[in-house]
Structure formats: C-alpha cells, structure tokens
C-alpha cells in the first residue's frame, strides 16, 4: 500500500530542546516536502526535495532544517523548537513531473511550551 | 508558483451538485491544476488534476476555462462527507507548491 509515514503523530516538547519529525514514504518518489498548518488557515510549505542530497526552501523555512540522505527519507529538524512552532505538520511526496499525485501523511501534532 | 483566490466558504444542500470555483490568473504553461480536500485536520485528499482540457473521475469533474485563468470543481451529487476544505493549487511537482487558505464546503441535509 501507497504510504507515508510520519512519527511522532503528537509530540509535546519544551523551548529550545532539539527534535526530529521522521517522514518516510515507500513509493520511490523523487519529490518530498514538509508543510506547517495552523489553526484556520491553509498549508504553508517548508522546505521541499526534489531528490537525495537535494533540497530547497519553501515560504516559511526560517527556524527549521532538513536533509535528503536517502530516498524514501525526509527528516524534519527543529534544532531550537519555540512555541510558535506549535503547528499540525504534513509530509508530502509525488513523482516529479506535472500530472502526479501528491501524497500526505497523517500529520504531526506539535507542542513545544 | 502561481496564487489562487477561492471563496472562503460555501454551502450546498445534500444531492446537489457542488461548484467550487478557483481563479489562478498567474498559473503557468506547466503548471498542472491540483484539487486537493481536507477532512478536519486529517491529510489533505487527492481529487482530481489537469492541465488543459476537463477531467473527470469517480470524485468529481474539473472544468478548466480555455486560457488557464481559473477553473471549478464539480461534486456532482454532494454528500454529508463531502464536507471539508477544498484547495486548488496550481502545481508541477518541481518546486514549490503554495496552498491557499480554501474553500470550507458545507453540505447541508
């Protein structure tokens, strides 16, 4: 079955205390990215891969980091969580190339107090 | 990336057909239109994409208008789970993709 996973599903966590959300997907597709979403409004895309060892920012990139080591793998790093990273969080992927579909995880629920 | 405008809200009574429409005026030559929905906080869903001409599935229809400038997604007979927030999003799964804030669809008995 077509997956994407992410882990953890509901993190709380205190200011400053470095944290990893793990996003896997077992489709071999080239494109992954990493959105936040906040309470009533729409997804705001992070950062994005568009293969290994290649990444790019999206609209709000500031206060996080990535890596794409590996293919089905695409880790999100908060190395210095504050509260206004409290956010739902979506990993995404697709094959590149116009006409693919996108899928997403089942999201992330992040505190950080 | 281009920037969509969608109406914040809309209701429909139960067994209609549900419009939704979107403009992109600023969408590209390879720029795909995607429809995507949002059941509470789950994963945004897949519905249906295209590029030029409309399409149609099991979901839904698109109707994409002849210069590309905006479209509208057809549930042709809505149901109770139909209820979610749609989003359009111009998109060529090379680079960015920029979600607007959507459309909450209320389905109505």
């Known amino acids: 079955e077509a997956q994407v996973t992410q882990n953890p599903r509901y993190l709380i966590t205190v200011t400053g205390k470095k944290l990893t959300v793990t996003c896997s997907q077992n489709?071999?597709?080239?494109?992954m990215s990493w959105y936040r979403q906040d309470p009533g409004l729409g997804l705001r895309q992070i950062y994005y891969?568009?293969?290994?060892?290649?990444?790019d920012k999206g609209d709000v990139p500031e206060g996080y980091k990535v890596s794409r080591k590996e293919k089905r793998n695409f880790p999100l790093i908060l190395e210095s969580p504050s509260p206004n990273q409290t956010s739902l969080y979506f990993c995404?992927?697709?094959?590149?190339?116009?006409?693919?579909?996108?899928?997403f995880g089942e999201g992330s629920w992040l505190t950080v107090v | 990336d281009a920037k969509t405008t969608q109406p914040p809200s809309m209701d429909c009574a139960e067994g209609r057909a549900a419009n939704l429409p979107c403009n992109h005026s600023t969408i590209s030559g390879n720029e795909y239109v995607y429809w995507y929905r949002q059941i509470h906080s789950q994963g945004p869903q897949y519905i249906i994409h295209?590029?030029?001409n409309n399409e149609t599935n099991e979901m839904a229809s698109l109707i994409i208008t002849e210069d590309r400038k905006s479209s509208t997604l057809i549930l042709p007979h809505a149901t109770l789970r139909d209820t979610a927030v749609y989003y359009c999003i111009p998109h060529t799964n090379a680079g960015k993709s920029t979600f607007g804030d959507g459309t909450t669809l209320t389905v109505k008995p």
């Open positions: 995404a992927s697709s094959s590149t190339g116009g006409g693919n579909t996108i899928y």
């Open positions: 295209g590029l030029k």
């Open positions: 489709m071999n597709h080239e494109y």
């Open positions: 891969s568009m293969n290994v060892e290649v990444t």
